[in-house]
């Protein structure tokens, strides 16, 4: 019908009309609110919105490794502005290999690893998903909820969605009983999108047992997961703990999917850096792979931009930079770890009425608050708190001068019933 | 027979239009095939459908042991080749990238100028741009292709968005198209090759309108009107706005009004394409012609912006799509749209290359300097045309070779055959597209009489079988 509607207006004989019928679309709930937040002239108003980190003078922070290596590399005459190959730079995608699978993952020796440089973490799930439905097209499976995201790019991508019930409210942790049955359920051959940890916007993992049992029924139904990484690191402290569910799913025989994403972890927010990775069964298929794949990207950006991956690329394979780049991404997620304990002393000492165990419980850059929506537009518009309608709240945005104020805000919407 | 089990279902693929379908099954210690179907003209759903089937069918093992090796991208393809090529004399004529008379890559001074000034920018963060990108980017870009004081500027029916160089703008638009307008996509015969993968992936239909006349080796007009004359209402038409990819060759101004006729009539949809402003005639504003009349007759379009050659930026990928409309209000509609488009194919674009550029745009002494180089760059590819005709005269080499100085841009369509183009690479190891299409801007005053005896000796050897038989 709609496309009837579409037919109509564009054969109307006047050319004025050849958008008439466009309807406007909503602006992006995350995007949005990061608007909305600039556009507030308010002296207290507080951005929790969009996973950005913040230091603890509400200030953007760019690492002070990168810093250094940018300026390496913009000094470098040996560099040049030639197109990268469509699959990107060799020395990031072995990088981006090591600091996923592990430095000596047998899986990178015998070349079942298909990687590929792509733009950021939303690069990389559309050129999955692309591939997926070129390839293995079948019926994607997503947490409920999940990053707002996930669900437009696999629609665009021309494919099914389904959910599977990740969140349990009245926990507020991980449904693991529910999420396997449903997808015990799931016809043999679908896809399972999985966080690798520090769920967005959950905050909520799966346990170690819980994992293995999400692998078993993946067996069992010959899912085929598709793993998206966009926080190693900021779960746990720890980059190797948080990716273990990737490196045991690959020690059980998987193949697999994963979109890697160093917006975050490097603070490379802008310049688009992340990766792809493809498990196959061995090399030949692996190079077969690659060959498709190459014809995904070739079609949506013809190759990646050069410099976030050559600074990452540094990082990642240099072991004075990789240890400076730990040091600093330790600080970075302590100093969120640091915020959650301070708001849950806050609200403690306010006596907020509610269980407030989550906030600490949680990991990464979320808390899902367990505000209901009309609780969160109230924390907006009359205390200038900006957070999703989902209760979803990014601690990197807290700092120890503004976390009693958002304290005292969050008891007053509590308990304006 | 008694048939024990089916242990697979093996579907074998050719290509697109023929599957060749197995049914195995196990007899004792053999495997036999007890039927074979052949499906011819499949079309992709039924494609995706067979590979589901072949998915489930087997176990979580071989979910990607139906992909079938898929041929290396054209030009890249040939870039890995004379990459590989250990010979000395190897000439690069493939991808068109621009290289100095010494061979070499090139950076311009005022790229490296403005890098180092962003690098040391404490003002600057790596916070993410907006989805549609910096907004003095998307400015100066307007204002450099339709003109600083267009009126359609002003009166915002311009809808611009930072894209990922010319593939990205192409990608972002037609993925529009695909999502808001209905029609197929006129596409000119020859195009550049990415063109119609990328038309593909968006799952658009695409018709030739014949473009190329080999006989004069110049542009068909009249065959061209006379095909759009036929499309459907409403189609879409992909036009090079100059320096056409591959052929070299452009409407001249009474020819672009012509075009606009048919497809004011037809209501065709405009999609430029515009990867070479002022590698044409050296004239950033002339280049910019069937762009900015189509603008001044009225037309709502969608133009897609690359300033991967002009600005030497290749690798940081900018580039812009534009999008015509008739009013601000409009406007509105179609960017919030477009976001979308944008947020799910890579949510936003990275922020050097805009940030170079952006520089450059909009202040006035870069924009110069910008100018300065440009001509220089642009002056080479032309005296190097110049200079390979001459040598191709001295030499005497059968045939017409007015073409090379009368096409533009980049390239020149040669008119030599995909076997003297094999013979060229294989024997001379000079690196072509086999379509004839050669990358001027890899001659150079060195090696140009050496690529003129190369030609003369396979053009010869064509002539001397001819004679013989």
Not at chain 1, 82 to 104: H, V
Not at chain 2, 46 to 68: E, G, P, V
Request: hydrophobic share 40%; charged share 20%; glycine share 6%.
């Amino acid at each position: 019908m709609q496309k009837l509607q579409l037919l109509q207006n564009q054969f109307n004989p006047t050319s004025d009309d050849i958008f008439f019928h466009i309807v406007q679309a909503p602006p992006d709930p995350i995007f949005g609110i990061a608007n909305a937040y600039k556009a507030d002239t308010s002296s207290t108003k507080i951005d929790l919105g969009v996973g950005a980190y913040r230091t603890d003078e509400e200030k953007p922070y760019v690492f002070e490794i990168i810093k250094k290596l940018e300026k390496e590399i913009v000094n470098d005459p040996t560099l040049n502005k030639e197109y990268l190959p469509i699959e990107g730079l060799a020395d990031f995608n072995k990088g981006c290999q090591k600091l996923m699978f592990g430095q000596n993952s047998p899986l990178i020796a015998s070349g079942q690893i298909v990687t590929a440089q792509c733009l950021g973490g939303t690069g990389a799930l559309r050129v999955g998903f692309e591939f997926v439905k070129r390839h293995i097209p079948g019926d994607v499976y997503v947490s409920k909820p999940t990053w707002s995201n996930h669900n437009q790019v696999i629609e665009r991508a021309g494919l099914n969605q389904f959910e599977y019930p990740y969140f349990e409210p009245k926990t507020k942790g991980f449904n693991c009983a529910g999420t396997i049955e449903c997808l015990s359920q799931a016809r043999m051959g679908s896809i399972v999108l999985l966080h690798v940890c520090a769920h967005n916007p959950t905050g909520v993992d799966p346990t170690e047992a819980e994992w293995l049992q999400i692998a078993d029924v993946c067996k069992k139904r010959r899912l085929v997961p598709f793993f998206d990484c966009a926080y190693q690191g900021f779960a746990s402290g720890c980059i190797e703990k948080d990716v273990f569910a990737v490196r045991k799913f690959a020690e059980l025989g998987f193949q697999m999917i994963v979109a890697q994403s160093f917006s975050k972890n490097m603070g490379l927010y802008n310049e688009r850096v992340g990766a792809i990775h493809i498990v196959t069964s061995n090399k030949d298929i692996s190079a077969r792979v690659l060959s498709n794949l190459k014809i995904v990207i070739r079609t949506i950006c013809s190759n990646p931009p050069a410099i976030g991956a050559r600074i990452a690329a540094k990082i990642l394979t240099d072991e004075k930079n990789f240890n400076a780049w730990v040091e600093e991404l330790k600080t970075v997620t302590g100093r969120i770890i640091k915020m959650r304990t301070l708001l849950k002393q806050e609200l403690d000492n306010l006596k907020v009425p509610g269980n407030w165990d989550h906030i600490t419980r949680q990991t990464g850059f979320f808390t899902f608050t367990g505000l209901t929506p009309e609780q969160c537009d109230l924390l907006t518009k009359q205390y200038h708190v900006y957070l999703l309608r989902s209760g979803r709240m990014s601690m990197a945005g807290i700092t120890s001068k503004n976390v009693r104020y958002l304290a005292e805000s969050i008891k007053a919407v509590v308990q304006n019933k | 027979m008694i048939f024990h089990k089916i242990i697979r279902n093996i579907v074998i693929i050719y290509s697109k239009n023929i599957i060749i379908y197995n049914l195995m099954t196990k007899f004792g210690n053999n495997i036999i095939i007890i039927r074979k179907f052949v499906i011819i003209n499949v079309d992709i759903n039924l494609y995706q459908f067979m590979q589901q089937a072949n998915q489930l069918n087997s176990s979580q093992q071989h979910i990607f042991s139906h992909l079938t090796q898929a041929p290396p991208d054209q030009i890249f393809g040939i870039m890995n080749a004379y990459k590989a090529d250990t010979s000395d004399k190897k000439i690069d004529l493939g991808v068109g990238a621009y290289r100095t008379d010494e061979e070499k890559p090139y950076v311009f001074d005022v790229v490296k100028k403005i890098e180092q000034e962003i690098i040391n920018d404490n003002t600057l963060n790596k916070e993410y741009l907006p989805i549609e990108g910096l907004p003095d980017f998307n400015k100066g870009c307007q204002m450099l292709l339709f003109g600083k004081d267009n009126p359609l500027i002003e009166s915002g029916r311009i809808v611009t968005a930072q894209c990922l160089g010319g593939t990205g703008a192409l990608r972002v638009g037609f993925d529009f198209v695909k999502r808001h307008l209905v029609g197929d996509v006129y596409v000119s015969n020859p195009t550049w090759s990415n063109h119609n993968q990328i038309l593909d992936r968006t799952g658009l239909n695409q018709v030739n309108y014949p473009y190329y006349d080999p006989n004069t080796k110049g542009f068909n007009c009249s065959a061209t009107l006379d095909c759009l004359s036929q499309a459907k209402q409403g189609s879409i038409v992909l036009l090079h706005v100059c320096a056409h990819n591959p052929t070299g060759v452009d409407p001249t101004e009474t020819e672009w009004l012509q075009i606009a006729d048919v497809c004011k009539a037809r209501n065709l949809i405009p999609f430029f394409d515009c990867a070479y402003q002022g590698f044409a005639s050296g004239c950033i504003e002339k280049d910019a012609f069937a762009v900015r009349k189509f603008a001044e007759l009225g037309f709502q379009m969608i133009v897609a912006y690359s300033f991967s050659k002009n600005m030497g930026l290749y690798n940081e990928r900018v580039g812009a799509l534009h999008i015509v409309t008739p009013n601000k209000e409009i406007s509105a509609i179609v960017l919030s749209n477009l976001k979308i488009v944008i947020r799910t194919l890579y949510s936003c674009p990275p922020a050097i290359g805009g940030r170079i550029a952006s520089r450059i745009l909009c202040n006035e002494k870069y924009f110069k300097e910008w100018i300065e180089e440009l001509n220089t760059v642009t002056g080479r590819i032309i005296r190097m045309r110049t200079l390979l005709k001459n040598e191709l005269d001295k030499l005497n080499v059968q045939g017409n070779w007015d073409h090379i100085t009368k096409q533009t841009g980049f390239f020149t369509f040669t008119g030599l055959t995909p076997e003297q183009c094999d013979k060229l690479t294989q024997e001379h190891h000079i690196y072509l597209l086999r379509s004839g299409r050669m990358s001027m801007a890899g001659i150079t005053s060195k090696n140009v009489s050496q690529l003129a005896e190369a030609i003369k000796i396979v053009v010869q050897n064509e002539c001397d079988i001819l004679l013989n038989n």
